[in-house]
């Protein structure tokens, strides 16, 4: 059975060539240039390299992108993708990526796209990784490969949003491995070098950065990350 598509912001059924309806599609805010260098944040002072956010951090990712902001229609369009069943919303977002990201993650051209994986428990709850659907998805449009299984959330975590900036970090430690059993550290050396890292939400980029330290240290060079909405942090 083909279900009809439905706008991601109001629900009303649109035609299966429309993203959103008409009325909706101001309502997700794109994320706008110039860039923070590093994360893909909308910069607040045009005049500056790096957000607030970013400056002194030094995470290890080498550079971020992302399509939306994380406010109004597109926080209602995640939450019901995430907490909803609303798995189509993913299609949504993946191509909003497409749209708002495509040049800047051809120029970084990654050999491989990963998701952010979920804790098991939560995969069994949910049915699906949100972070995974959308890089499948994107994967397609962008004709570069997704690999699911070489990341794992290996360690079960407070929900990070309840938590302060130090706290993110550690409730995160040891949180995501690579799956050395199932890919060698010479197979990701060799082959994944250059990897974009996908997420659904950025927010203090703590989760990020735990991935990007499990890949590097796996044998991956560098680390690019995407994420579908980048969160508000000022
Ligand atoms: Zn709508
Ligand atoms: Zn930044």
Redesign the pocket.
């Known amino acids: 059975m083909i279900y009809p598509r439905k706008?991601p912001?109001?629900g009303?059924v649109i035609s299966p060539e429309m993203l959103?309806?008409g009325?909706?599609s101001d309502s997700f805010r794109p994320v706008r240039g110039p860039h923070c260098f590093k994360c893909g944040r909308q910069l607040e002072d045009e005049t500056g390299e790096y957000c607030d956010e970013c400056t002194g951090k030094g995470h290890h990712y080498s550079v971020g992108f992302s399509a939306l902001m994380y406010d109004g229609a597109t926080r209602k369009a995640m939450s019901d993708l995430k907490f909803g069943g609303l798995a189509e919303n993913a299609d949504f977002f993946a191509a909003k990526a497409y749209e708002l990201c495509s040049e800047r993650v051809r120029a970084f051209a990654p050999d491989i796209m990963v998701p952010v994986p979920i804790h098991p428990s939560k995969m069994r709850k949910r049915g699906y990784n949100q972070a995974q659907l959308i890089t499948d998805r994107l994967s397609v449009i962008l004709g570069i490969g997704a690999v699911n299984d070489l990341l794992l959330r290996t360690k079960k975590t407070r929900a990070q949003k309840l938590l302060d900036a130090g706290s993110r970090t550690d409730n995160l430690r040891d949180a995501f491995t690579c799956d050395l059993s199932r890919y060698s550290h010479d197979l990701i050396s060799g082959r994944f070098r250059k990897v974009l890292l996908v997420d659904d939400i950025y927010t203090t980029g703590a989760t990020m950065e735990c991935c990007t330290n499990a890949l590097l240290e796996a044998g991956v060079s560098t680390v690019g990350i995407l994420s579908a909405a980048m969160g508000c942090t000022y």
Request: glycine fraction near 12%; hydrophobic fraction near 10%; charged fraction near 25%.
């Open positions: 706008c912001g109001c009303d959103v309806c009325r909706c």
